[in-house]
């Protein structure tokens, strides 16, 4: 099925080389990290997490999104979400991979990775994400391709895929969890320390189903792909439970925090309420425009707050942090990744449906 990801028309493929183009730029940024270490970098004793890490902390949150889709579609047997469950699980794998690939940029140099399994122990959170968004990517990649396979046959997917689709779903839970309290060193979070693990849940629900709103509104423009007005609602009924309850914990969280992070988490917590109030209003969301305008406020917010983690300085306060070039073009690059690989199982999914639909 790769094949029908090397069929496209032109805007297709000027997207396709301008990622690849973003992703040679951040493979020559990254030959010069794996050349000097993270001397390159703008870390240092004041600033020890930065850009990777911060992008590391919303993708591996953002990868437990397929979650939303799966507890209704297979436990509850939801059919109409049946249409965009391969889009979900896709999503997912694109999010682990891209996580894995900032873990990978973060430590440095690349032997450095094997670390996270030759000193793994039952407290290293890091060692705990490590094997678990592996093993996600792997059970979501191995479930939603057979499942596609049978979907281009016209048969029934094979009993083992459902299995797998049941075992990822404690998965999905567990990676923001773990995410989630490996930021627990964080003085902005220390009032609510508690709250960590439910806020980066709520985080990853919120965020990825505003992405796959987004999918779903962006594939009916550019792909004649209808997912319905049943996906889209459920969606936004999603989007909106999620989002309220995070930008609620935020909100507590902005409220106690004395730190010179404030303004950016006040920023990020009025553009989340923004975006949902416009959700609460039918006269508003009738419109695609102001659909897809919210779905993006409310993943912008999350992304600022998820940020606030490259301003601390380990003694608190506000660390002395601007990231290098190279910094840049690594993120770029690795995020260009993430987008081509998928981009390619988007165009896979929406080849094969396209053709049981006729």
């Not at 705990?128 to 057979?146: D, G, T, V």
């Not at 596609?148 to 895929?161: I, N, Q, S, Y």
């Not at 914990?249 to 106690?256: A, D, E, K």
């Amino acid at each position: 099925m790769i094949e029908k990801a090397l069929k496209g028309n032109r805007p297709y493929w000027i997207w396709i080389i301008s990622l690849l183009s973003v992703i040679a730029f951040g493979i020559s940024a990254y030959a010069q990290q794996m050349r000097l270490g993270l001397s390159v970098t703008g870390l240092g004793v004041d600033a020890s997490l930065g850009l990777s890490f911060m992008q590391y902390s919303f993708m591996a949150a953002l990868s437990a999104s397929s979650v939303l889709v799966m507890l209704p579609f297979f436990l509850h047997d939801y059919k109409p979400l049946g249409k965009i469950a391969v889009i979900a699980q896709f999503l997912a794998v694109s999010a682990a991979a891209t996580a894995l690939l900032f873990l990978f940029v973060d430590m440095g140099k690349p032997h450095l990775i094997f670390d996270l399994l030759r000193y793994a122990t039952p407290h290293s959170l890091y060692s705990w994400a490590f094997l678990l968004l592996n093993a996600f990517l792997f059970i979501n990649l191995a479930s939603s391709w057979a499942t596609l396979g049978a979907e281009r046959k016209d048969v029934p997917a094979a009993t083992w895929v459902k299995s797998l689709n049941y075992l990822s779903i404690p998965f999905a839970i567990s990676i923001p969890v773990v995410t989630g309290l490996s930021s627990s060193t964080f003085p902005v979070d220390s009032g609510t320390l508690s709250l960590l693990a439910p806020r980066f849940l709520l985080s990853a629900f919120a965020a990825g189903s505003a992405l796959l709103l987004l999918i779903v509104l962006i594939l009916k423009r550019t792909a004649a792909f209808d997912a319905g007005k049943e996906v889209t609602s459920q969606l936004v009924l999603f989007l909106v439970y999620a989002g309220s309850l995070n930008f609620l914990f935020s909100g507590i969280n902005c409220f106690i925090c004395t730190s010179q992070a404030a303004p950016i988490l006040l920023l990020s917590l009025l553009l989340g309420i923004a975006s949902i109030a416009v959700l609460l209003a039918p006269k508003l969301i009738s419109s695609t425009n102001w659909l897809a305008a919210a779905a993006a406020g409310v993943v912008l917010a999350i992304w600022m707050e998820k940020s606030v983690a490259l301003l601390h300085a380990p003694m608190g306060g506000i660390a002395a942090y601007t990231p290098t070039s190279t910094e840049l073009s690594i993120t770029l690059g690795v995020c260009s990744f993430g987008l081509l690989l998928f981009t390619m199982l988007l165009k896979v999914t929406v080849s094969v449906k396209a053709v049981n639909e006729r």
